[in-house]
Nanobody
Framework: QVQLVESGGGLVQPGGSLRLSCAASGFILANYAIGWFRQAPGKEREGISCISSSGGSTYSADSVKGRFTISRDNAKKMVYLQMNNLKPEDTAVYYC??????????????????WGKGTLVTVSS
């Protein structure tokens, strides 16, 4: 069964850091691009960072550039999102998603085929 499971969310103060993890199972992670997306209440799901199957190409949205870093370990079947200097506007449910190909295209939610259930990140003092 193809599955993605996110972990690592929680409550953090502004300026703090969190590392989200995405565990993949049921498919060969090394063959597919993966993305991290987030959705805040009342807002559209936003593609914030994507990584190609080899890890050689990445994308970061302007809203997180310089603060968030995506990485992957294909041998461990894991994808990570390191989030630094968190801001209250980063509060959202964060999802990882699998592309049907080795590349992520525009890192848009419509280009992804399999989704995890999400993990909540709350940035508040």
């Amino acid at each position: 069964q193809v599955q993605l499971v996110e972990s690592g969310g929680g409550l953090v103060q502004p300026g703090g850091s969190l590392r989200l993890s995405c565990a993949a199972s049921g498919f060969i992670l090394a063959n597919y691009a993966i993305g991290w997306f987030r959705q805040a209440p009342g807002k559209e799901r936003e593609g914030i960072s994507c990584i190609s199957s080899s890890g050689g190409s990445t994308y970061s949205a302007d809203s997180v550039k310089g603060r968030f870093t995506i990485s992957r370990d294909n041998a461990k079947k894991m994808v990570y999102l390191q989030m630094n200097n968190l801001k209250p506007e980063d509060t959202a449910v964060y999802y990882c998603a699998k592309s049907p190909t080795s590349y992520y295209g525009g890192c848009h939610y419509s280009s992804m085929s399999i989704w995890g259930k999400g993990t909540l990140v709350t940035v508040s003092s």
